[in-house]
């Protein structure tokens, strides 16, 4: 619980002898930065059925069962193995596949990410 208050606390004020205190302005909720800030605790449930995930500090797994947006009811699991990433994604009848397998392998390129294999079903 400690841990956590202290991830989700905004950051402490720094200041300088020379400074004073920056004061925050308020922060409209429906703005991109708003929208940003809102809790994961909050935002989890709505995106995420189940999740459930192992691993040794090497290698893991997670596996998620998605309930909202384009693949909701669909199943992702992804393994990563030494610094190289496994995707399966079992996609509601109505998704695109090789749409979705693009934009996946996409952006995990973008982040670096090895990829061995994206299979979406």
């Not at 703005?31 to 809790?39: E, L």
């Not at 909050?42 to 040794?56: E, F, N, Q, T, Y």
């Not at 384009?70 to 009848?93: K, Q, S, Y």
């Amino acid at each position: 619980m400690t841990r956590w208050s202290a991830q989700s606390a905004p950051p402490p004020t720094v200041t300088t002898p020379n400074a004073p205190a920056m004061q925050s302005a308020p922060i409209d909720p429906s703005s991109p930065i708003g929208v940003a800030r809102t809790s994961l605790e909050d935002l989890l449930p709505a995106l995420v059925r189940k999740v459930a995930w192992s691993g040794d500090g090497r290698r893991g797994t997670v596996r998620m069962e998605l309930g909202a947006g384009a693949l909701a009811g669909a199943t992702l699991t992804i393994h990563a193995d030494d610094g190289r990433v496994r995707v399966e994604l079992d996609a509601p009848a109505h998704a695109n596949a090789a749409e979705w397998r693009t934009r996946i392998h996409d952006r995990l390129t973008r982040r670096g990410l090895l990829i061995d294999a994206i299979d979406v079903r």
